[in-house]
């Protein structure tokens, strides 16, 4: 009888010993692999404090995202190649250092769908060069383009419908010019309606080209990219000067 005591005992000693060593029993078995799909995107691609600066609603705050310091940064990590279309011949500024610049004058920032956000505006004093930041928040990893609309010098000023211009796109990843993103291209038209309503310029877009991430430039229809959706209007608002500034 005194042997099953001690039997029982050392029983329930054992049994709770392995408990106190065991505090989860589901550490038992090794945990399931996580979703690739669900996995939380690196600090270069955590975008999200962007949409606070579409508020307040209509414009948002374009010149605080422009000084931003994530901004600037997500910049230069997403648009590292030169450019030609602005500053003296050969300069090939860096594309990163010229878009705030095509932002500021008029600048604004809106949201479409809770994915789409968009930053436009223009060279200050010189909305012949205007620029439109689209971003798709909705990936994880996001999609950016922006697109710069420069006067060409060669045939009419600025102050004159039929003057031309020229379309820019830049992506931060390799793109195909025949499967643009439909919201893309529709931000970009729509971008010509917003212009018209307000009586700044909207450009004719003469030639249109895709820069891919390398710089290699490849032409592209500019209906295509969502351009010349509207008649061509001058700029009622402020006098336009017929230079490159």
Known sequence: MRKALHLAALTILTATTLRAQVSDPNKLIAPPPRNPALQRPSPADNLQYLWQFTHPAPLGEANNLRVDARF????????????????????????????????????????????????????????????????????????????????????H?????????????????????????LALTQAIAHWNIRLATAHRLVPHIAHALLVEPDGTPVALNPEQAGANTLPPQPDTTTPQHAENQ
């Open 72 to 155: 600037q940064s997500f910049l230069r990590d997403a648009f590292p190649q030169h450019q030609s279309m602005w500053g003296p011949p050969n300069s090939h500024e860096p594309l990163a250092t010229i878009i705030p610049l095509f932002l500021t004058q008029y600048g604004a920032v809106t949201a479409a769908d809770n994915r789409y956000l968009t930053v436009d505006g223009c060279v200050p004093s010189f909305c012949a060069a205007s620029g439109l930041l689209w971003i798709d928040l909705g990936r994880p990893h996001p999609l950016a383009v922006f697109a710069a609309v420069n006067w060409n010098p060669e045939a």
């Open 157 to 181: 000023t600025t102050d004159q419908p039929a003057a031309d211009y020229n379309l820019w796109l830049f992506a931060n990843r390799q793109l195909s010019p025949d499967e643009l993103p």
